[in-house]
C-alpha cells in the first residue's frame, strides 16, 4: 500500500509576505470565496488536500509556498487519520505535575495538535531557584572579573644576526672552499698532423678476405623471363588413403 498524507493549512504566512496578499493569492490558486478563505485563514488546521501521495503533496505545499503561505505534510491512513507512534508508557506523575496530564482543553492549542495526531509542545521547564543570600559585593567599574594573562616571553637576541643586501652572496669569502688546483702530466701525450690517420698500422684490425665461389651461377640476359628458369619437379601426391573425417 502506498503512502498517504493530508496537506494541512492553518493560515501561517511564510516569512514576511503580506497577509492580504497572500489571502488574495490563495483565493485565486483555490477560486475561493470569502467564506472559505475566512475558513481558511481563521487559525484552525485545515486539510486543503486529503489522501494524496507524497509527490502530490509536495506539489501542493510547493504551490502555497508561491502563494506567501505554510502548509504541513501529514502522513495518513487510508481512512485519513494522522499515524501516530504508540506513546511509550510513562512513569507515574509527581503530584506538582498531576495537572500537566489533564486532558487539554478545548480549543487549544494543544487540542488543535492532539485532533491532527501531532504531539503538544512540551511544558516549560522550571525557573531556576533564586541564589542564597550571601557576602555579595559590586567590584567598581573597569575592574576585570578574570586572572590577566601571563606576560609574553622575553624577545630573543638577534643582535648577532645580520641581512644581506639584495643580491648578495649568503657566504663569505672566507667560508667559500676553494680546492688546489690538480697539475696533470701531459708530456707522454702528441698530437697527429691534421687529416693524418690516428692508428698506426699495427692498431688497425685485420680483416680475413671471404673468398665465395660463383663459379655455379650464371647471369640470364636482359629481358629474359626468369621463370624459365626454374626448375622442373615433378608434383607431389602424398597418400590419404589411411585418413578419415570424423
Given at each position: 500500500m502506498a503512502?498517504?498524507?493530508?496537506?494541512?493549512?492553518?493560515g501561517q504566512i511564510a516569512g514576511t509576505a503580506d497577509p492580504a496578499a497572500v489571502r488574495a493569492n490563495v483565493g485565486k490558486l483555490f477560486n475561493a470565496s470569502e467564506a472559505v478563505l475566512d475558513k481558511?485563514?481563521?487559525?484552525?488546521?485545515?486539510?486543503?488536500?486529503k489522501l494524496v501521495d507524497q509527490a502530490t503533496a509536495m506539489k501542493f505545499r510547493a504551490l502555497?509556498?508561491?502563494a506567501g503561505a505554510?502548509?504541513?505534510?501529514v502522513p495518513v491512513d487510508e481512512q485519513g487519520?494522522?499515524?501516530?507512534?504508540?506513546?511509550?508508557p510513562a512513569a507515574a506523575p509527581a503530584p506538582a505535575q498531576a495537572a500537566t496530564n489533564a486532558p487539554?482543553?478545548?480549543?487549544?492549542?494543544?487540542?488543535r495538535l492532539a485532533a491532527m495526531g501531532e504531539p503538544a509542545p512540551a511544558a516549560r521547564?522550571?525557573?531556576?531557584?533564586?541564589?542564597a543570600a550571601g557576602d555579595w559585593a559590586i567590584k567598581p567599574v573597569g575592574t576585570r572579573l578574570s586572572d590577566p594573562?601571563?606576560?609574553?616571553?622575553?624577545?630573543?637576541?638577534?643582535?648577532?644576526?645580520?641581512v644581506a643586501a639584495p643580491g648578495g652572496s649568503l657566504v663569505r669569502a672566507d667560508e667559500i672552499a676553494r680546492p688546489a688546483p690538480v697539475q696533470v702530466d701531459i708530456s707522454g701525450l702528441s698530437m697527429a698532423a691534421a687529416g693524418s690517420d690516428v692508428l698506426k698500422e699495427d692498431e688497425r684490425r685485420q680483416v680475413e678476405p671471404v673468398q665465395v665461389d660463383i663459379s655455379a651461377l650464371s647471369m640470364a640476359e636482359v629481358g629474359a623471363p626468369l621463370d624459365e628458369l626454374r626448375e622442373n619437379r615433378p608434383p607431389v601426391n602424398p597418400d590419404i588413403s589411411h585418413l578419415k573425417l570424423a
Open positions: 503512502d498517504l498524507f493530508n496537506v494541512v493549512f492553518a481558511l485563514f481563521s487559525g484552525q488546521p485545515v486539510a486543503i488536500k502555497m509556498k508561491q505554510e502548509v504541513r505534510i487519520r494522522p499515524l501516530t507512534a504508540a506513546p511509550a487539554p482543553a478545548a480549543g487549544s492549542m494543544a487540542a521547564p522550571p525557573a531556576a531557584a533564586p541564589a594573562a601571563p606576560p609574553p616571553p622575553p624577545a630573543p637576541d638577534t643582535s648577532a644576526i645580520s
